[in-house]
């Protein structure tokens, strides 16, 4: 496709559990950003992939959170232990640019995560 | 550190009314501004962005913003709603050049009526 593809759209797990949702960014996109966006709330930055290096990951909020970008493409973005207060919206942006700006981020549809 | 103010958390308006939605930020220079929308169930679109140059920018869907640098502001604004521009605008700032990892405000809900 040529948009930025999350899976799974929806997520429902019990506290306790992992979880992994996978981003697809667009074919040729250098960069890579996480954002976690609470109910009523703006995205929040979690981490940021330059190809294959994680740049910067100062967002995540614990050691329980975990991402992946292996062969500078698809992401995974891996919450161990799950718990309630990890309910939100994941989104996943790409955007052509490396080292200087270029402004637009592309975004997926988001990965809605409930902890029960 | 940049930081975003949205400080209107819903706005109502009439379809056909205009519309203005604010946005401030903090930051130590002129940074890099943009205005995203988000409509239910789908992901952030940009509007439009403001890197340097004129400071009334255009975007898609007949939004407009203006950089006021006194004021520290970036507001949006549309000269007559339509009732598909029902959705959460963000506005972003992101420092200009090196890392560019972009902050949101927390939105704002345009609500239209008919």
């Known amino acids: 496709g040529a948009g930025v593809s999350q899976s799974p759209r929806y997520k429902v797990a019990k506290r306790g559990q992992d979880v992994a949702l996978r981003c697809d960014p667009i074919?040729?996109?250098?960069?890579l950003f996480w954002y976690q966006q609470a109910l009523g709330q703006g995205p929040e930055f979690l981490t940021y992939?330059?190809?294959?290096?994680?740049?910067?990951k100062s967002g995540l909020p614990s050691d329980r959170f975990f991402a992946e970008r292996p062969e500078g493409s698809v992401s995974t973005l891996k919450i161990q232990r799950t718990q309630q207060e990890d309910s939100a919206v994941y989104l996943c942006?790409?955007?052509?640019?490396?080292?200087?700006?270029?402004?637009?981020?592309?975004f997926g549809e988001g990965s809605r995560l409930t902890v029960l | 550190a940049q930081s975003v103010t949205q400080p209107d958390i819903h706005i109502t308006v009439s379809e056909g009314a205009s519309l203005e939605l604010r946005c401030n930020y903090s930051?130590?220079?002129?940074?890099?501004l943009f205005w995203y929308v988000q409509s239910p169930g789908q992901g952030l679109q940009l509007l439009l962005k403001?890197?340097?140059?004129?400071?009334l920018v255009q975007g898609i869907k007949g939004f407009e913003a203006e950089f006021k640098r006194s004021q520290s502001s970036f507001n949006l604004r549309k000269p007559s709603v339509h009732w598909s521009d029902a959705a959460e605008y963000f506005c972003?700032?992101?420092?200009?050049?090196?890392?560019?990892?972009?902050?949101f405000g927390r939105g704002t809900s345009l609500i239209v009526h008919p």
């Open positions: 930051y130590g220079a002129t940074p890099y």
């Open positions: 942006a790409s955007s052509p640019g490396q080292g200087s700006y270029t402004g637009e981020l592309f």
């Open positions: 972003a700032v992101g420092p200009p050049g090196g890392s560019y990892i972009p902050t």
């Open positions: 992939f330059q190809n294959e290096a994680q740049l910067d």
């Open positions: 403001y890197f340097s140059g004129d400071t």
């Open positions: 074919s040729g996109h250098v960069s």
